[in-house]
């Protein structure tokens, strides 16, 4: 379908520089500039599909068709409704006073959310071209008020963009954004022979304690490990190891389903890759990476706690995935947020990301980035500040 034959845009925005079409992805999904506008990125569109139909939040996606004056379509950008809780992760006496609060009024401090980026990762801008990135931030913050406030949400929030494109979204602070440090991932470069080449650049503290937690691993039961690019026929014996971490996380945003797991790798096999370790035939840990360039991303992590702490399987699936990586000559392994003082002294450095953050009532917006000094998430991790790149938040 060419992009011109679009029929079904729920409404069409005129702004200064050309006009944004608001589309379901149904409009859109044949379209070649929804393929152009995430390509070569490790999440695609064919990651964003799958996040729209299976992730199990209650989330209303939308997708704004971003044309300059002459009708050429300059890129895509994915966005989502949610009703947000503006706490979320915020420990100590602020959270014990909003939940007494919560007490008689159950939505105090929760706010119907228009999101800029990824349901299940970090944002991107959707330009077709890398050019086109500062015309399409413009362009975000020319129509995304007006758009908000038609749609009754309180707050924009450009949600969790890698700080590379702080020089291009630094436009939106000209109409009230706040930029805000979100919960960082982390990388690691794996530029070395082995996984034991790497242990002799950390600590020697943490490295004899890591040798001793290997140890003990190996003492049990054998462990092995396969690596796989469909988790389809063990979907229903791994679920539950993710079910139990993400119950475990203070911080909870999306909520990932078996379907999701299924379509990762059936949609998407050539970037992929599920670690699986069992013991005795049993499934005990498992990890979801997507490989994209020089790069491994971990992107969730599954354990079987009736032995994972035993045998400190969060460390030992680690050691197997960074080994596998090394072994395909991959330079980069980078983590997902949380979990912080153990990456702390692996010699991780911190790979921020940001959010933008506006009120839609002018008035209010003041008030509101004030307020955001308190709320911003990193503000709560004393750990992240003794990383010898914090000052990069």
């Given at each position: 379908?060419?992009?011109?034959?679009?029929?079904?845009?729920?409404?069409?925005?005129?702004?200064?520089?050309?006009?944004?079409?608001?589309?379901?992805?149904?409009?859109?999904?044949?379209?070649?500039?929804?393929?152009?506008?995430?390509?070569?990125?490790?999440?695609?569109?064919?990651?964003?599909?799958?996040?729209?139909?299976?992730?199990?939040?209650?989330?209303?996606?939308?997708?704004?068709?971003?044309?300059?004056?002459?009708?050429?379509?300059?890129?895509?950008?994915?966005?989502?409704?949610?009703?947000?809780?503006?706490?979320?992760?915020?420990?100590?006496?602020?959270?014990?006073i909003v939940d007494l609060v919560r007490k008689e009024f159950p939505r105090f401090l929760t706010m119907r959310?228009?999101?800029?980026?990824?349901?299940?990762?970090?944002?991107?801008?959707?330009?077709?071209?890398?050019?086109?990135?500062?015309?399409?931030?413009?362009?975000?913050?020319?129509?995304?008020?007006?758009?908000?406030?038609?749609?009754?949400?309180?707050?924009?929030?450009?949600?969790?963009?890698?700080?590379?494109?702080?020089?291009?979204?630094?436009?939106?602070?000209?109409?009230?954004?706040?930029?805000?440090?979100?919960?960082?991932?982390?990388?690691?470069?794996?530029?070395?022979?082995?996984?034991?080449?790497?242990?002799?650049?950390?600590?020697?503290?943490?490295?004899?304690?890591?040798?001793?937690?290997?140890?003990?691993?190996?003492?049990?039961?054998?462990?092995?490990?396969?690596?796989?690019?469909?988790?389809?026929?063990?979907?229903?014996?791994?679920?539950?190891?993710?079910?139990?971490?993400?119950?475990?996380?203070?911080?909870?945003?999306?909520?990932?389903?078996?379907?999701?797991?299924?379509?990762?790798?059936?949609?998407?096999?050539?970037?992929?890759?599920?670690?699986?370790?069992?013991?005795?035939?049993?499934?005990?840990?498992?990890?979801?990476?997507?490989?994209?360039?020089?790069?491994?991303?971990?992107?969730?992590?599954?354990?079987?706690?009736?032995?994972?702490?035993?045998?400190?399987?969060?460390?030992?699936?680690?050691?197997?995935?960074?080994?596998?990586?090394?072994?395909?000559?991959?330079?980069?392994y980078v983590s997902g947020p949380l979990n912080y003082d153990p990456k702390l002294h692996l010699r991780h450095?911190?790979?921020?990301?940001?959010?933008?953050?506006?009120?839609?009532?002018?008035?209010?917006?003041?008030?509101?980035?004030?307020?955001?000094?308190?709320?911003?998430?990193?503000?709560?991790?004393?750990?992240?500040?003794?990383?010898?790149?914090?000052?990069?938040?």
């Amino acid at each position: 379908m060419a992009i011109g034959t679009i029929q079904h845009a729920e409404a069409v925005i005129p702004f200064a520089e050309g006009t944004a079409k608001i589309l379901k992805l149904s409009d859109l999904q044949s379209s070649d500039v929804w393929k152009r506008a995430f390509a070569g990125r490790c999440k695609d569109h064919r990651f964003y599909e799958i996040v729209e139909r299976t992730l199990a939040n209650e989330f209303e996606y939308r997708y704004l068709l971003l044309e300059d004056a002459l009708g050429k379509a300059r890129g895509v950008q994915p966005i989502f409704f949610v009703r947000q809780n503006l706490i979320e992760g915020v420990p100590g006496k602020i959270r014990e006073i909003v939940d007494l609060v919560r007490k008689e009024f159950p939505r105090f401090l929760t706010m119907r959310v228009l999101m800029v980026g990824c349901a299940a990762g970090a944002g991107e801008p959707g330009a077709c071209e890398s050019e086109d990135e500062m015309w399409i931030a413009k362009a975000l913050r020319d129509v995304l008020p007006g758009y908000a406030r038609q749609n009754r949400a309180s707050l924009i929030v450009f949600k969790d963009f890698p700080a590379k494109y702080r020089p291009t979204l630094g436009v939106l602070t000209e109409a009230g954004f706040a930029r805000v440090p979100s919960m960082p991932m982390t990388r690691l470069s794996i530029e070395h022979e082995s996984f034991d080449h790497y242990l002799q650049t950390i600590g020697y503290v943490t490295r004899k304690s890591l040798r001793r937690k290997f140890r003990k691993a190996e003492s049990a039961a054998k462990i092995d490990m396969e690596v796989l690019t469909d988790i389809s026929p063990y979907v229903d014996q791994v679920y539950p190891l993710y079910l139990a971490v993400h119950e475990r996380s203070p911080m909870k945003f999306e909520h990932l389903t078996k379907e999701f797991f299924c379509a990762i790798g059936r949609e998407i096999p050539d970037r992929a890759r599920f670690f699986v370790w069992r013991q005795s035939g049993r499934i005990i840990a498992f990890s979801l990476c997507l490989v994209c360039g020089d790069t491994i991303y971990d992107e969730c992590l599954g354990l079987d706690y009736s032995v994972a702490l035993d045998l400190h399987l969060y460390f030992y699936t680690m050691r197997d995935v960074i080994s596998w990586a090394i072994a395909q000559g991959l330079r980069w392994y980078v983590s997902g947020p949380l979990n912080y003082d153990p990456k702390l002294h692996l010699r991780h450095e911190i790979a921020p990301l940001d959010l933008y953050v506006r009120h839609t009532r002018r008035s209010l917006n003041p008030l509101f980035r004030f307020a955001l000094k308190f709320l911003g998430p990193t503000r709560h991790d004393p750990v992240l500040r003794k990383f010898p790149n914090a000052h990069e938040l």
